[in-house]
């Protein structure tokens, strides 16, 4: 399976972002979804994920009630809206998959496939 995320760019605070992630190579409706992102110097952090069964979403406190993820299974695509972005947003993004989470949805390393990331940069 491959990720190919696209959407980062350069924001003010308070604008909104919309990433997506495109699956190729199975159909995501396989896979628990996610989104991480890592700042400079900093450990690659969750941020977002959905669960394939069901479609329940979970958060990283820093992002709710202003990011949201959602799972287009007919584009094969997840997809971040990021709204009320703020400069601590700032980071790498990253979209990953897994069919088994052995340590958590929150711990990368249950996320066995990943995107390359795309650059969210917000500005005051």
């Known amino acids: 399976v491959q990720l190919q995320a696209s959407g980062g760019g350069s924001a003010q605070a308070g604008d909104s972002l919309r990433l997506s992630c495109v699956v190729s190579?199975?159909?995501?409706?396989?896979?628990?979804m996610g989104w991480f992102r890592q700042a400079p110097g900093k450990e690659r952090e969750f941020v977002a994920a959905q669960r394939r069964s069901g479609g329940r979403t979970y958060y990283a406190d820093s992002v709710v009630d202003r990011f949201t993820i959602s799972k287009d299974n007919a584009a094969n695509t997840v997809v971040l809206q990021m709204n009320g972005l703020k400069v601590d947003d700032t980071a790498a993004y990253f979209c990953?998959?897994?069919?088994?989470?052995?340590?958590?949805?929150?711990?990368?390393?249950?996320?066995?496939?990943w995107g390359q990331g795309t650059q969210v940069t917000v500005s005051s």
């Open positions: 190579g199975r159909s995501i409706r396989s896979y628990d």
């Open positions: 990953a998959a897994t069919t088994v989470v052995l340590s958590g949805l929150r711990d990368p390393s249950s996320w066995p496939y």
